[in-house]
């Protein structure tokens, strides 16, 4: 038995859907912890692109389990239109389970995202406007609703009564129109229904799973820098992306957590707002953009572009107890003279070593770069690490040695053959 973490060890948009996809090929049950459809999580298979948002990547495998977790919030029209896409473009897909505490997001819950953001004018978060905060505000305000209450009789008056406390809201407070609550019951009537078989008690499966010795993938979306609680607050998501979520999203004790893997790109890509100090300008910026495809899965926003902070980094490995790195994307910068990497911040005459929870402290940070030969030369064909180009591996031993975390597997490409193996995750 194997139970495996992967985290987003950035801002997110590392790759996590690629290397999940990888990993589930040698996993039996894949989990997804948190969140919500403002994670994208892109799956090149063949000629096939995919884009999943709110459905494990272990899903093309028809032999697997794929669980959404209770750290979730789901919003049931986007989870048929994906299920729904997926069986349309014949993927003969794994079984899916939903969490009965997993909680459901409404329609009102997007516009509120949405009010909230205008309301905040140069303030905003640059939210993914899906209505994954209000949907989490609920829960944690204790009148969320669960996807098991669905199953039960009377959801419907209390759907309405939370639409009703919302329209007060977006009233009085943003000068927006509300809902007709009975328009959303009837919204969410055919839902309920359709989820009803996937509905299920998935800590009390997953424990089972784990005694019968299965391999366990739980795969985590946004990234450690998202985190609401370890994150570049207020500039993060309203879940706990870190590994620390994975045992309360999924009902699983930590003591069953065998490895933590983060995921990292080669370089760092962030979107929405917020301090960025290895942030790229100009064409530099642009350069890194156009090559590595940065533009959001979910919103379709140009990414912000910057160099490696492995300032940034071994916090995440600190946050996360990551035992293993797999970095991706490195035939992104195979054109390059020379890469960075950046070490440390330099503050007014002060050199800081360690990530700041302060945005204040942050954003007047100047990175203390490496600078490093680059390989100029094509990695994306390479699938053994003795193959990569002498300065590539170079990169890469620096990451593992100033991070104090070895690297893994490596990916050059978006494809599932392109990866090199290190070392076996399962
Ligand atoms: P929210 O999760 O939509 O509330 O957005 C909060 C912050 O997280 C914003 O900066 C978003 O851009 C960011 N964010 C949310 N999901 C993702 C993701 O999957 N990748 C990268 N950034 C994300």
């Not at 949907?135 to 009789?153: H, N």
């Not at 329209?167 to 009837?186: H, S």
């Not at 991706?328 to 002060?350: N, Q």
Request: aromatic residues 8%; hydrophobic residues 35%; charged residues 25%.
């Amino acid at each position: 038995m194997s139970c495996v973490v992967i985290v987003g060890a950035q801002w997110g948009d590392e790759g996590k859907g690629k290397v999940t996809d990888y990993l589930a090929s040698r996993a039996d049950v894949v989990v997804r912890y948190q969140g919500g459809n403002n994670a994208g999580h892109t799956v090149v298979i063949g000629s096939q692109e995919f884009r999943l948002h709110l459905i494990p990547s272990g899903i093309f495998y028809p032999d697997k389990v794929c669980i959404i977790g209770n750290g979730l919030v789901v919003d049931p029209e986007v989870l048929f239109q994906e299920l729904d896409g997926l069986l349309a473009r014949g993927v003969k897909n794994g079984r899916l389970c939903i969490s009965d505490r997993a909680h459901i997001l409404l329609p009102c819950h997007k516009r509120l995202d949405e009010a909230q953001e205008d309301a905040r004018g140069n303030q905003k978060i640059g939210t993914t406007r899906r209505g994954i905060g209000p949907a989490y505000v609920d829960k944690v305000s204790r009148v969320g609703l669960r996807t098991g209450e669905l199953l039960e009789p009377g959801w419907e008056d209390y759907v309405s009564q939370l639409v009703e406390q919302k329209n007060a809201v977006f009233e009085k407070l943003y000068g927006v129109p509300g809902f007709d609550p009975a328009e959303i019951v009837v919204w969410l009537k055919p839902y309920a229904e359709r989820m009803r078989p996937f509905i299920t008690d998935t800590s009390l499966l997953l424990s089972r799973y784990l005694a019968e010795g299965r391999h366990v993938l739980f795969e985590g979306a946004q990234g450690t820098l998202l985190d609401l609680d370890h994150g570049t607050y207020p500039f993060v998501t309203a879940s706990s992306p870190a590994a620390g979520g994975a045992c309360t999203g999924s009902g699983v004790g930590p003591t069953a957590i065998d490895r933590v893997l983060g995921v990292c790109k080669a370089y760092l890509t962030r979107v929405g707002e917020g301090p960025f100090p290895t942030e790229l300008m100009g064409v530099d910026c642009e350069d890194l953009r156009q090559r590595g495809m940065e533009f959001g899965t979910t919103t379709g926003r140009p990414r912000r572009c910057g160099w490696l902070d492995l300032v940034m980094l071994r916090y995440a490995a600190r946050i996360n107890g990551l035992s293993g790195l797999i970095i991706t994307k490195l035939d992104v910068l195979d054109h390059m003279p020379k890469v960075r990497l950046c070490t440390a911040y330099r503050r007014g005459g002060e050199v800081l070593k360690e990530f700041p929870a302060s945005l204040r402290v942050l954003r007047e940070c100047e990175p203390v770069y490496e600078e490093l030969d680059g390989w100029q030369q094509d990695t994306s064909g390479i699938r053994r690490y003795e193959d990569l180009p002498e300065a590539a591996r170079r990169y890469l031993q620096r990451i593992s040695e100033i991070t104090g975390v070895p690297v893994v597997m490596v990916s050059v490409g978006p494809d599932r053959e392109q990866t090199i193996v290190l070392q076996e995750v399962f």
